[in-house]
């Protein structure tokens, strides 16, 4: 028999508790589930006023709908193609400089500077005559000084050399 209710002996209908059980819609509400909660934080989800200090909605159990996950994604699409999208005009203005331009130009700079700390000895001997002592003690300072510098750098630099 395929009836959701039995037949008694005396006539009486009575619901067939198996056949409801077996059939019973597997959708609805989750237990919990406010629909006025979840109003209140779908609209403070699109109005950006979520706090850190509240609790998180997502805690709650059932009390995010597919709608308002689907509303935070969006917004969170659009927040992610803004930023792209002033990359994009960052680097077509050219106030967006590559990294690897970024290191070839510090590189060349901190050559140059290399360089021309190195001959200073050479030129404080041939122009101001100094005596070799001198120039040794200018020359440890300056190898001293560029040893700071790369140890500071490398630190910037990180494992990256």
Do not use: H, W
Request: one cysteine or more; hydrophobic letters at 35%; a negative charge.
């Amino acid at each position: 028999m395929d009836a959701d209710f039995d037949l008694g002996p005396d006539g009486e209908v009575r619901e067939s508790g198996f056949r409801r059980a077996m059939y019973k819609n597997p959708g609805g509400r989750p237990r919990g589930y406010s629909p006025k909660i979840a109003r209140e934080i779908k609209e403070r989800l699109t109005a950006g006023e979520s706090d850190e200090d509240e609790v998180d909605p997502e805690s709650q159990e059932g009390q995010i709908t597919t709608a308002v996950k689907t509303a935070v994604a969006k917004a969170r699409k659009e927040t992610a193609r803004a930023g792209l999208n002033e990359l994009e005009l960052k680097i077509k203005t050219r106030e967006y400089l590559p990294r690897a331009a970024y290191r070839e130009a510090t590189a060349t700079l901190l050559a140059t500077l290399s360089q021309g700390m190195r001959s200073l000895t050479d030129t404080l001997e041939s122009k101001c005559g100094l005596p070799p002592a001198a120039l040794e003690v200018v020359d440890e300072v300056i190898n001293e000084s560029l040893k700071n510098i790369a140890e500071t750098l490398a630190l910037f630099a990180g494992d990256e050399a």
